[in-house]
């Protein structure tokens, strides 16, 4: 275990890390089944990277392919009071996993609601937030950077992208973006204490400028529901134009699957 800055001690567990990654430990593993199963056992403010992963799952429980060379990181962050206060997370997670790919030199980035970080119409990121206490939250970020993902799953091909083929990342290591990673993270984190996400929310919505044609499997309906998605409201519901014109907000509870059209 390795921590992120020169400090011994970490953070309270209601307070996120001072400046310069104050309060992150992180634990380097060759292999892992998932990092978020490790990630579970451990406080706030420690993280969890593997090599790969030989069993790693996105949202809904789909496998995402883990091979030598991606980031596959998980971290734990305090979740205190009701959890409703906490259920913008993941799309604050994704904002600031968009924030530090974007300082690495990455144009063109956006979020396919509510989890996946593309690049056009290719995937570079995934994320997955995970409750297994009352008090803490694993959120668990994979992104391809060295690795070749369509060679290890070749049904993959022509499907992701790279983060070492998008910015010039020099002698940038694994561990070096994981820790701009946790630090985009803990700010993400503070901007919800502070309850800030209505910030957040209109960041995602400039990146989603124009509307695209989607379909939504819904929870509880036999038929997907197909219309425009229209960004996110304050409360990070997604907002949808049907061919009447009418606009309909879906938690992401609801939605079991998004598809571009």
Excluded: Y
């Excluded at 199963?37 to 496998?63: F, K, N, Y």
């Excluded at 134009?241 to 598809?259: E, K």
Aim: glycine share 10%; with cysteine.
């Amino acid at each position: 275990m390795s921590a992120l800055d020169h400090t011994a001690e970490s953070s309270p567990a209601d307070l996120a890390p001072e400046a310069g990654f104050g309060g992150w430990f992180l634990e380097v593993h060759p292999e892992l089944d998932t990092t978020n199963r490790i990630a579970a056992t451990l406080p706030a403010w420690h993280a969890v990277r593997a090599d790969t992963q030989t069993a790693g799952r996105g949202r809904t429980g789909r496998v995402w392919t883990s091979d030598r060379g991606g980031l596959w990181l998980s971290a734990v962050v305090p979740c205190p009071g009701p959890r409703e206060r906490w259920s913008t997370l993941p799309l604050a997670a994704g904002q600031a996993l968009i924030s530090a790919l974007s300082g690495l030199g990455v144009s063109g980035l956006r979020l396919r609601w509510p989890n996946d970080l593309l690049v056009g119409s290719r995937k570079l990121a995934g994320l997955l937030v995970e409750r297994h206490s009352p008090d803490t939250a694993v959120v668990g970020i994979g992104v391809n950077v060295f690795n070749d993902p369509e060679h290890a799953a070749p049904a993959l091909r022509g499907a992701t992208a790279r983060l070492a083929d998008l910015a010039p990342l020099g002698a940038r290591d694994l561990d070096d973006i994981a820790a701009l990673v946790l630090h985009a993270l803990a700010r993400a984190h503070a901007r919800l204490l502070a309850g800030e996400f209505a910030l957040v929310a209109a960041e995602l919505n400039r990146s989603w400028s124009e509307p695209r044609l989607v379909s939504l499997l819904l929870a509880g309906r036999a038929n997907p529901a197909v219309g425009w998605f229209l960004g996110i409201d304050d409360a990070g519901r997604l907002r949808l134009r049907d061919a009447d014109g009418a606009i309909t907000s879906h938690d992401p509870t609801q939605v079991a699957l998004l598809r571009e059209l």
